[in-house]
């Protein structure tokens, strides 16, 4: 495991944009950045449009390569999630990230790209992206603690009686469920053995997440579990109202049997709260009724 290092005043950040293009801007991020004592440079590409994209599939790749090859940036936040960052991950050279770590901050679509760091052996941060960082100011506190380098924390769990008590340990691992059943079978591909799963989702039916929870364990992905964290869960859908159950108890139908910690109702993924992970790196798990508590291993 290789961990970038953590941040401190004066230190260099980029932002850059690798999925859908931009329909809101993130001043408010360059704005808090700047606050936290960072030098923030904008990804030069950031604002194209090419479609549905963030500009082309080569300027987009300029980009984070510029961002990743460049020894002064310490850390890369990704302006907005979408769909787009697959088409260019395996065409990217992460050899000057494997050098030099540094910490890559995204969720939803950038999930893959935290998949990719992970299996790099490179810890990297689940949490908001450009145009969310401002939404909410406890999420923006612990993104910052994060970043600057602490290491334990503690988080407020949503009440639900499928909450199952524990300790454990391991690292957290995925994000974005969609992003992690894509990821099977390439090159960013999730671990999860002896690990600890993290899921969030929006936008899909409850069909959906049934058919996601089924293929992770058909390929094996749930059986070696030590431990999991449900996050948030949005506009979930379910138009014939087929499903009497809710997300959280079609979810526990794939882990309850696994007799594992697992933590429902982190707010963590598609809604204004959105609690910062680090994933790919050791720690210690302790979930009880209603907190999940973190403490990293450096």
Known sequence: ?????????????????????????????????????????????????????????????????????????????????????????????????????????????????????????????????????????????????????????????????????GDCSGKIVGGNMSLICESIGAANEIETEGNILFLEEVGEAKYSIDRMMNKLRRVGKLEQLSGAIIGSFSQITDAQSYFKVSIEEIIMEYLAPLNIPVAIGLEAGHENRNYPLIIGMDCNLTVSSDRLVINYLR
Request: include cysteine; aromatic fraction near 8%; proline fraction near 4%.
């Open 1 to 165: 495991m290789n961990i970038p290092k953590f941040l401190k005043s004066g230190d260099n950040v980029a932002i850059v944009a690798t999925a859908k293009r931009l329909e809101s801007d993130f001043l408010k991020a360059i704005t808090i950045l700047e606050e936290w004592g960072l030098n923030v440079e904008v990804g030069s590409n950031v604002h194209n449009q090419q479609g549905y994209f963030a500009g082309t599939d080569e300027e987009r790749i300029n980009d984070l390569q510029q961002a990743l090859d460049d020894p002064s940036i310490k850390a890369v936040f990704f302006a907005r999630g979408g769909y787009g960052t697959t088409r260019i991950l395996d065409l990217l050279d992460f050899r000057p990230l494997l050098k030099q770590p540094k910490w890559l901050v995204g969720f939803s679509d950038l999930s893959s790209i935290l998949l990719q760091s992970a299996a790099l052996e490179i810890p990297c941060i689940h949490g908001p992206v450009a145009v969310t960082i401002g939404q909410d100011q406890i999420s923006d506190k612990n993104l910052r603690d994060l970043l600057f380098g602490r290491l334990n924390f503690e988080y407020p769990l949503i009440e639900s009686s499928l909450t199952t008590i």
